[in-house]
């Protein structure tokens, strides 16, 4: 190209050898002048090669990068995904307290991984219902649920839990070597010798962990009054500390005494205390019997006397859903050993908390609203049987049916009982998938996420562009100028960037409130010394190169040697440093949040980040997944930072052909 | 070179001393805080503010001295104490004065009500020292270790997963890297306690709480140092007089060791010493989230509790430790490598 130039500026005149040029006359009309030639004009050639700009050029450099190209990727996909978070169907403005926290959920039900069930372990089976207690069978996933055949022992009565012994134990009241007495005395009854009674009771053996010891002795008698009304005392069986089943006859036994009747009968087992340590039987069950002859009474009475589960007894005891206890005693009844299974499963928490609830009240204004829209068909308020689905094959009504009518007041305010569609009552269309879980408010976390890295990203790139704009300004004047400039301007940065920037944050934060303007100048006001002190470098060095003193030589302003000779050589490592301030941004956003002088009023991913911290330990989905996004946007930007210096640096322009 | 030193670290008792005037003043200006407690408590407090300059006592309300901060009357007593706020710049010049006469730094408002805040940073400096000490005996060799591993096999698959490995970890942010050793290693395998073991907790649990911290203190230098070594290793590796070194007839371990190593280490020693002036400071983060009584922990507590004179002494501290260190990065480099003249004109 340049020798191009030459051959016409210099065009070199082609003379025959030993010629004088003074022999020869030259007349106008030896020359011709080509610019005459009609329509003919002289042209550099043009490139025969295709020409390139410096963006085109870096970016086809920039493009060989596999890693930068692949991290630039992510920060587009990641972009454009937060900056079109508005569209999710998820609401994250109304806190909804009864869809918080539930577990994530990508796949349906029963897929057993990210399908919003949670693992339960070593919770309480209850033989009862068949299922795990206080869960419905329904929101377990089928074929989860495994049983332990290890019983749990418990030493209080439960409601769950199974069986045990009813631990009879001496008062302290009640003194040393005194007789404990258990008797059932509210419920006495008329005994008769004809009516074949019959006690077995269960005991059992074993010395106590708390350091109390089983009695040695332990009898039975039946006492009452006989038919001169005198006291009676008959002893029917010693069982002593001999534990298994105990089967005593009273009829024969009474017979045997020269007893038919005895009124007011009750039977009591006693045993005696130790001197040293309280005693204490142990009785596993009682079943006081007898046979058809005898009366209603007689027969409800002995029915309420015997039991089979020394934990049912006590529990409902204490919880006083029986009214009054059967068996008394003076020393203290407590429940001993009682027992319950253990269990693992998986809860379908969307079904539990999103599918079909019964214990959801429904309005009339509700219900009138569906049947506006057409869903429902009440005739008759009062009555809720007249309740219909108009498609009861559709899932568009969230009323599936009503069971219970509850007037609230005497104002004519209805209050009714039914089966609820949730989701649908909440008003999705289907049931949704909250692919990250929800957050303690209930919003759903992948939309937060995005929505916050929205607001961060947003501020990042801000406050890039103003502390690439101040530094680069700054880091110019001080390193093209240099001397006594330089160093009065250095002054200021060194005092700047001595204070550490946490400081700087903390105090800006305290100062002027936590809002998003004030973050941005905290971040502004140091944020822009690495860019300055970048581009001052650059100017060092090349300021003193022959290419920028041949320019100035040829009287090149300030301002051109600054824009078109010795920037553009510095950009690339200038510009990747700004790009590289965006994560670092955001770093910091987080690292002042989680100092709780974070954000207020505006999502972002620090205050996202701190606030979910608590939950590390129960729903760790709401911390990983948002950990996850971060940490992925900080490698990419590494990445396609490196891609982009590389890039950008004009020294390996037009290599590695 | 002598003079420079001097030079430099006049020039940095400069900085520090316009750094921590400004710091000062604006905190200074945020509003003031009550001290919590009993009247007592509150009135010894303030006492204790007069005395420093900070607040100014009247024996009758006075204006021209902003709001009303406290007012008090002993039993018995003939008048009512009144408390103002002393003008900031005043203060200033007290707090200097104060520093200079008695190296008083004020006393804690809340965290320990009327215990000096030195003392409360002495206390919570061992915690983040053993930690740091630790961090960086295990970081240094880790990382220089595989820095060098990564050189000498350059561009073979080993140095492309260290160099991937480092890559990947040094992108990642602190805070994320200690909540999810919380959470894997305390709260998933529970092999570890999910936070800073207490001085009565069995030796056993307290050698084990260390665990998580140096790891998350450690892996970010571990990371910087792998990647700055196998640079300038790979910048030798590269050099004339190793070549050189090899066709005098050295072996390969001769050369790598006598020669590349050596020079390799030129840059980064400098940057090793800083690290151990940073042994004084406490990673603010990682001490809020494994509940460490450390000095980072302090400046989260300080800034919870409102407690500002505990706050600014803090900062203080932090803010001289940065510069400690940057002075002496720079020293440092002029006194290993003979090749760089410190402060030299052009």
């Known amino acids: ?657 | 070179m002598g003079k420079y030193i001097a030079k430099r670290l006049a020039l940095a008792v400069v900085t520090l001393f316009i750094i921590l005037s400004l710091t000062f003043i604006l905190m200074k200006l945020l509003p003031f805080e009550m001290p919590p407690g009993t009247d007592r408590e509150v009135f010894s407090y303030f006492e204790n503010q007069v005395y420093l300059g900070y607040v100014t006592r009247f024996e009758e309300e006075t204006s021209g001295y902003g709001r009303l901060l406290w007012s008090y009357r002993f039993e018995g007593a003939k008048s009512t104490y009144y408390y103002y706020q002393t003008p900031v710049m005043l203060q200033y010049f007290y707090w200097l004065k104060n520093i200079v006469t008695e190296w008083n730094w004020g006393v804690s408002r809340s965290i320990l009500p009327n215990v000096s805040a030195i003392t409360i940073i002495m206390m919570r400096l061992p915690t983040s020292m053993y930690l740091n000490i630790i961090s960086v005996i295990v970081s240094v060799p880790l990382g220089i270790g595989l820095g060098i591993v990564a050189a000498l096999n350059k561009n073979k698959p080993v140095d492309h997963f260290i160099s991937t490995f480092v890559m990947i970890f040094i992108s990642i942010p602190s805070f994320i890297l200690i909540t999810f050793s919380i959470w894997i290693f305390a709260y998933q395998l529970q092999w570890l306690p999910s936070q800073w073991a207490q001085p009565t907790d069995p030796d056993e649990l307290k050698a084990l709480s260390f665990i998580i911290p140096v790891f998350a203190l450690s892996f970010g230098s571990v990371c910087g140092y792998c990647r700055f070594v196998r640079a300038e290793l790979c910048e030798v590796m590269e050099s004339e007089y190793l070549l050189l070194a090899r066709t005098k007839g050295l072996t390969k371990r001769q050369a790598i060791l006598r020669h590349a190593l050596r020079n390799a280490m030129v840059p980064i020693v400098p940057a090793i010493l800083s690290e151990f002036i940073g042994i004084l400071g406490g990673s603010t983060i990682l001490e809020r989230l494994y509940a460490i009584n450390g000095i980072g922990g302090l400046f989260y507590d300080a800034l919870q509790w409102k407690d500002y004179n505990v706050l600014f002494v803090d900062m203080a501290l932090f803010t001289t430790i940065s510069l400690v260190a940057g002075v002496f990065l720079d020293l440092s480099y002029g006194l290993i490598d003979p090749r760089i003249r410190m402060g030299a004109k052009k």
């Open chain 1, 1 to 657: 190209m340049e020798n191009e130039e030459k051959n016409i500026q210099n065009p070199v005149i082609e003379t025959a050898e030993g010629m004088n040029f003074d022999d020869i006359e030259f007349t106008e009309y030896d020359f011709e002048l080509r610019h005459q030639k009609a329509g003919e004009k002289i042209h550099d050639e043009k490139f025969q090669t295709k020409p390139t700009t410096f963006v085109k050029d870096a970016f086809r450099r920039f493009c060989k990068n596999k890693a930068s190209v692949v991290g630039g990727v992510i920060i587009g996909v990641l972009l454009l995904s937060s900056f079109l978070s508005f569209l999710s169907p998820y609401d994250i403005t109304t806190p909804a307290a009864d869809i918080a926290k539930l577990m994530p959920k990508l796949f349906d039900a029963g897929t057993g991984w990210w399908d919003g069930t949670q693992e339960f372990y070593n919770k309480i089976y209850d033989e009862e219902t068949k299922s795990p207690y206080g869960v419905k069978m329904d929101h377990v996933v089928p074929g989860t649920l495994v049983v332990n055949e290890e019983r749990q022992y418990y030493s209080s009565p439960n409601e769950y839990a199974k069986g045990g012994y009813y631990r009879v134990l001496a008062d302290t009241v009640l003194g040393k070597g005194k007789d404990v007495i258990f008797f059932n005395s509210y419920r006495k009854f008329n005994a008769k010798a004809s009516d074949e009674l019959k006690i077995t009771f269960v005991l059992g053996d074993e010395d106590g962990v708390d350091g109390k010891r089983i009695a040695e002795d332990c009898t039975l008698y039946i006492v009452g009054k006989d038919a001169l009304y005198n006291d009676v005392r008959l002893k029917l069986y010693e069982a002593g500390k001999v534990p298994g089943n105990h089967d005593v006859d009273v009829s024969a036994k009474m017979t045997e005494a020269g007893f038919t009747t005895i009124e007011e009968a009750q039977y009591r087992f006693e045993f005696t205390t130790f001197e040293d340590v309280a005693a204490y039987i142990l009785i596993e069950s009682v079943n006081a019997t007898c046979g058809e002859s005898a009366s209603a009474k007689v027969k409800t009475t002995l029915e309420g006397i015997s039991f089979n589960d020394a934990n049912w007894v006590a529990y409902n005891t204490t919880t006083e859903k029986y009214p009054e206890s059967y068996w008394q005693s003076n020393g203290i009844r407590l429940v001993y050993k009682a027992y319950a299974h253990l269990c693992s499963y998986r809860y379908d928490q969307y079904k539990a908390i999103l599918g079909e609830r019964d214990d959801v009240k429904i309005g009339w204004s509700l219900i009138d609203s569906y049947i506006k829209k057409g869903w429902c068909e009440m005739s008759n308020k009062n009555d809720v049987s007249t309740f219909k689905l108009t498609h009861p094959e559709s899932d568009e009504c969230p009323i599936r049916s009503l069971s219970k009518l509850d007037p609230v007041g005497a104002s004519g305010v209805y209050q009714y009982e039914g089966i609820v569609l949730y989701y649908r009552y909440k008003g999705y269309s289907a049931m949704p998938k909250f692919v990250f879980g929800t957050d303690a408010s209930g919003y759903d976390m992948l939309t937060l996420s995005l929505s916050s890295l929205k607001n961060s990203l947003f501020l990042a790139i801000i406050t890039s562009a103003i502390c690439l704009v101040i530094g680069l300004v700054w880091g110019s004047v001080s390193g093209y100028f240099g001397g006594n400039v330089d160093l009065f301007m250095e002054r200021i940065t060194d005092i700047l960037s001595g204070v550490p920037w946490i400081v700087v944050m903390t105090l800006v934060m305290l100062l002027l409130g936590r809002n998003f303007i004030t973050f941005g100048i905290a971040i502004c006001l140091t944020g822009w010394i690495g860019t300055s002190s970048r581009t001052r470098t650059q100017f060092y060095r090349f300021k003193g190169r022959e290419y920028v003193l041949a320019s100035r030589t040829l009287g090149a302003s300030d301002a051109r040697l600054i824009f078109r000779h010795i920037l553009p050589n510095g950009l690339g490592t200038i510009v990747t440093g700004s790009v590289l301030m965006i994560p670092s941004t955001i770093f910091s956003e987080a690292t002042i949040s989680y100092l709780g002088l974070g954000l207020q009023g505006t999502s972002s991913f620090g205050v996202l980040l701190s606030e979910n911290q608590i939950n590390l330990r129960t729903r760790p989905a709401l911390i990983v997944w948002p950990s996850i996004i971060i940490s992925l946007l900080m490698i990419s930007f590494n990445l396609f930072g490196n891609g982009l210096r590389d890039a950008l640096n004009p020294t390996l322009k037009g290599g590695e052909q």
